[in-house]
């Protein structure tokens, strides 16, 4: 029997002004057959039949209906149009009750019959009736309260067991979680090194076939993919060091003397083009590799200023390759270029090693101050080698940021990186506050 | 570029001045760079639509959310507002978040209407088709200012 639908329908019932609570208190209790020795349904179930009466006195009026004595619960059933229902002497041979049964009824109060308690009314003229709701209502609070603690105790075994089941199996996540991440990052260094092998003997390769080409020894075709994609016409180009990746590694040109050297990790066109454009205009000479595998290898083979680091692409993600690059560099600024700034992505980038986080879409002007918040200067890298702290985050007044947007002008402390968020303070005040308090 | 070229595109209402004219001044020290630029995006921008247009037949809300964020950023990048804001609605439509309260009966791509509109995918795709309209039609007219600015055809 599930007392759900009741207690639901109870619940209902005195959100309404409590016109007949009594009778649904007495109904619930009945559909929950908790006494079937002393207050039960009739066979029938078209009435209720009170077996004994020094017990229900004893235990259920003061648990339930807050009645002193018996009198007054019948009382209370009178007012409702519930009757006592005469047994005749000839009939009490063969009732079941027993001799001291109270047995009572009302039309609309049945077994399993919700819907019918809605007829049954609180009659008489009621001059005294706004006190005497009130007394109801005021009774029936503490009455509520008495009749659910049955339910409220079964519910927090309940409720218990659930939680210690969901422990355990969140524990278990965890565990397996962490192995996973263990593995995940074993296979990215492998793949890593895989590369770079790959890498090694492309250009061994490159180097006999060069030999051979050049003692006039006639090749046969061969099926010599290429990592970097420059063709097998142009060998020497590959004695370089060079990275693998659809867009082989840009280096700037027209850059005499360049001052920093930046590694764009990037895969959209428009963006590389862009911020390219900016970097060389800062007068870095920049790199620029197209997914978190080849930024990998890149920072393994060559030491970057600084990495400017996208975190959707292709192959691996930014998050992860960067917190894979700080196994072995802890020391390289790494910004990441995001659109997204939720606090769960901001904390997620922190805690992958990022140094700091620059908002997509940005302007020349953000890219520049993040660039002079990160990028050192001789004297600087020179005074940050001989003290050994290791980089630091800590917030800075943006407006700070902005009145130093060139790095001759920069006041950075060695050792001492700073977070600043660029675009969305001008835009979105509130996510100044935010990062805040992530940091 | 003259400034009566300037005036025109900044009269047009397509693109965000301060973010245009500083890509434009990235001319000075190599030609036609923000042409380039844009020549990209627009290539990039019609392979985008078109992988919008097929997410929406696969009713594939999540992929419509990312591409419209992804190009979301581009427009943010070159400060092309007008597809920008179309944009942002295909992300927020995406994440069924109806956040400018859009009615999407007064738009006429929706045709079908449903009992419950709000609680089923076509509602969104709905709604995202008619920012994508829209993201199409400020594409087309950016491109024309654009052309006019460059005098050159997109």
Not at chain 1, 52 to 59: A, H, I
Not at chain 1, 178 to 204: C, G
Not at chain 2, 10 to 38: C, N, P, R, Y
Request: aromatic share 8%; net charge negative; charged share 25%.
């Amino acid at each position: 029997m599930s007392g759900l639908p009741f207690s639901l329908g109870l619940t209902a019932s005195s959100n309404f002004s409590g016109s007949n609570d009594f009778v649904k208190k007495l109904f619930q209790m009945l559909q929950e057959d908790g006494y079937k020795d002393v207050v039960r349904w009739t066979h029938n179930g078209d009435s209720f039949v009170v077996l004994n009466t020094n017990e229900f006195t004893k235990e259920i009026l003061p648990r339930h209906f807050k009645h002193s004595n018996f009198a007054s619960f019948v009382r209370q059933l009178n007012k409702y149009d519930f009757h006592k229902v005469k047994v005749s002497t000839e009939e009490k041979q063969n009732y079941p009750y027993g001799e001291d049964a109270w047995e009572f009824k009302h039309p609309d109060f049945r077994i399993n019959d919700l819907d019918s308690l809605e007829n049954i009314k609180r009659k008489g003229p009621s001059n005294k009736k706004g006190p005497s709701v009130n007394g109801a209502e005021a009774s029936l609070a503490p009455l509520n309260s008495g009749q659910s603690i049955s339910h409220i105790s079964a519910n927090q075994q309940y409720m218990k067991e659930q939680i210690e089941y969901l422990q355990a199996d969140n524990k278990a996540l965890q565990k397996e979680i962490s192995v996973l991440q263990t593995k995940y990052k074993t296979i990215i260094e492998s793949i890593v090194a895989l590369n770079t092998v790959d890498e090694r003997y492309h250009r061994s390769m490159n180097i006999l076939i060069n030999c051979l080409v050049q003692a006039g020894i006639k090749l046969p075709p061969l099926d010599f993919p290429n990592p970097s994609l420059v063709s097998l016409q142009v060998p020497q180009h590959n004695l370089l060091p060079s990275l693998s990746g659809q867009l082989p590694q840009v280096f700037t040109t027209n850059l005499v003397n360049p001052k920093f050297h930046v590694l764009l990790v990037e895969d959209d066109n428009v963006c590389i083009q862009l911020c390219r454009k900016f970097l060389v205009k800062y007068g870095c000479q920049v790199t620029v590799a197209t997914d978190g595998l080849n930024a990998i290898s890149t920072v393994e083979h060559t030491k970057y200023d600084l990495v400017l680091m996208d975190i959707v692409m292709p192959n691996l993600d930014g998050a992860t390759a960067t917190s894979v690059i700080r196994s072995f560099d802890t020391k390289t600024p790494i910004i990441a270029m995001t659109g997204n700034i939720e606090d769960n992505d901001l904390v997620n980038y922190l805690q992958n090693g990022m140094s700091d986080i620059l908002a997509k879409p940005f302007t020349k002007d953000d890219l520049y101050s993040i660039l002079a918040k990160h990028l050192l200067t001789d004297e600087m890298k020179a005074a940050n080698n001989n003290g050994s702290a290791e980089p630091t985050t800590n917030i800075s007044d943006t407006a700070n940021s902005k009145a130093n947007p060139s790095p001759g002008l920069n006041t950075l402390q060695p050792g001492q990186q700073d977070i600043i968020l660029t675009q969305p303070i001008k835009q979105d005040p509130e996510v100044v506050a935010k990062k805040q308090r992530l940091l | 570029m003259s400034d009566e070229k300037s005036q025109e595109l900044q009269a047009s209402g397509m693109v965000e001045w301060s973010v245009f004219s500083e890509l434009v001044a990235m001319d000075e020290d190599e030609e036609g760079f923000s042409k380039s630029l844009f020549q990209t995006f627009v290539d990039q921008v019609i392979d985008t639509f078109r992988e919008i247009d097929e997410n929406l037949k696969q009713k594939n809300l999540e992929k419509l959310l990312a591409l419209g964020h992804y190009l979301k950023g581009l427009a943010a990048a070159l400060g092309l507002t007008q597809i920008l804001a179309q944009c942002e609605r295909i992300q927020n439509y995406g994440h069924k978040n109806n956040f400018d309260n859009f009615d999407v009966a007064q738009s006429p791509a929706f045709t079908k209407s449903n009992g419950d509109e709000s609680t089923t995918n076509d509602f969104w795709i709905a709604l995202i088709q008619d920012a994508l309209e829209k993201a199409r039609d400020g594409f087309v007219k950016s491109k024309i200012a654009l052309s006019r600015y460059f005098d050159d055809e997109f």
